[in-house]
């Protein structure tokens, strides 16, 4: 049973235009919601972050947004860039702090010159 | 900045096989994980550490045992390898305590033959 679901596999984006990358969960008990990053040939590295308690959080370019009574996450990406194409990993743990996180499938990001 | 070492990238065994995968972390974390990535399923946890000589199981720990002797390494077990054990096999290291992401080493992809 998936509890953290990224429903879409892949998402092609044009250079300079928001990317939206897509998460839902089903077990009401998560609180801490992650995005990581993934390259071919290297490991996940960590993007950002947010608390169920806030509705948004904003780190430069990327921002993520929380509907918890969706049970919903986003990723926005504005203006986006070559270097984003990459795979995205949406995360979800209990408290933050958390050891054990959960991980949905993944969406393939390329952006398109 | 945060090293994670896994021992190797690629990595082919035959069926029945005791398959030892190491890795080693630089930043005196107290947590140390293994995952295990396929396609479709995202990453999922097989099992984690907490401390030196102590281990929790993750979702999929069938088939796979763990050794924490020293707080840099932790080492993942294929005690009889099998065909469904081929996959990408990533670990990762956070500090306990305050909120730190789990940072992740580059992965070693297993095939069992």
């Known amino acids: 049973d998936q509890q953290v679901k990224q429903n879409s596999p892949s998402l092609s984006v044009q250079e300079g235009r928001i990317s939206i990358l897509n998460c839902d969960y089903t077990?009401?008990?998560?609180?801490?919601f992650l995005w990581y990053k993934k390259y071919p040939a290297e490991g996940p590295t960590f993007l950002i972050s947010?608390?169920?308690?806030?509705d948004k959080n904003e780190d430069g370019r990327f921002t993520v947004f929380l509907n918890k009574s969706a049970k919903h996450l986003s990723l926005h990406i504005v203006p986006s860039q070559p270097g984003d194409s990459a795979v995205y990993f949406c995360a979800a743990s209990e408290y933050e702090g958390a050891q054990k996180l959960v991980f949905g499938q993944g969406t393939r990001l390329t952006i398109n010159p | 900045d945060v090293k994670v070492t896994q021992s190797s990238r690629y990595l082919v065994k035959r069926t029945g096989e005791k398959v030892f995968l190491e890795c080693v972390q630089d930043m005196d974390h107290e947590n140390m994980f293994w995952y295990r990535q396929d396609p479709g399923l995202g990453l999922r946890l097989i099992y984690f550490s907490y401390d030196v000589k102590m281990k929790e199981k993750g979702d999929i720990p069938e088939g796979y045992s763990v050794s924490r002797e020293k707080k840099e390494r932790f080492s993942l077990i294929l005690e009889s390898a099998s065909t469904n054990q081929t996959s990408m096999y990533l670990c990762?290291?956070?500090?306990?305590?305050?909120?730190?992401?789990?940072?992740f080493g580059d992965g070693t992809r297993l095939s069992i033959l």
């Open positions: 077990n009401s008990m998560f609180d801490y």
């Open positions: 990762a290291s956070s500090r306990d305590g305050v909120f730190g992401p789990q940072h």
């Open positions: 947010i608390s169920s308690i806030k």
